[in-house]
């Protein structure tokens, strides 16, 4: 079963020195916490505000290639956790076939974000996320702890 979530916000960790995606679903009753690098998150950042850079990012790249070759992003889905590691996959429409590619969960989410397509995460995922001391640790978060992205 799968999930649909939203870029909910982007936080930096100082503990672990990193940046935090939340993605929640519409009701805000699943939370999925994904840490990235900083390139990761400026990318999402900026689809997210909409800043458009004098040059391509690698994101903005990999839209307009899929554009220009007619093809579609369907959906992205965070299909697994393994050893603290998420894994995603990118689903594209491509004339009459439908393709499904591994990526990284920022670099799907990125796209996704650029190409306006839902993001999913299987239910499985959820369950394995979720320990008492992250969502003690996650209940905890203030607003202002989420930036200008909170919602």
């Known amino acids: ?25 519409d009701s805000n009753a699943e939370m999925l916490p994904i840490w990235v ?3 990761e998150a400026s990318a999402i950042s900026f689809a997210m505000e909409g800043v458009a850079t004098p040059r391509p990012m690698t994101h903005d790249l990999m839209k307009t290639v ?3 070759a007619d093809a579609k992003v369907i959906s992205v ?10 894994y995603a996959r990118v689903h594209l429409l491509y004339e009459d076939s439908e ?21 999913f995460v299987n239910d499985d995922v959820i369950r394995k996320h979720s320990n008492e001391e992250m969502d003690r640790w996650l209940e905890n978060l203030k607003p202002e702890d989420f930036g200008k992205f909170d919602a």
């Not at 079963?1 to 679903?25: C, E, K, S």
């Not at 889905?77 to 998420?86: A, S």
């Not at 393709?99 to 993001?119: M, V």
């Open 1 to 25: 079963m799968l999930t649909q979530m939203h870029v909910r916000g982007l936080m930096f960790d100082p503990y672990t020195n990193a940046y935090i995606i939340i993605l929640r679903d």
């Open 37 to 39: 690098g900083k390139p």
């Open 66 to 68: 899929l554009d220009t």
């Open 77 to 86: 889905v965070v299909t697994d956790l393994k050893e603290n590691t998420y």
């Open 99 to 119: 393709y499904s590619i591994d990526a990284r969960p920022s670099d799907a989410i990125a796209l996704a974000l650029r190409a306006k397509t839902p993001i």
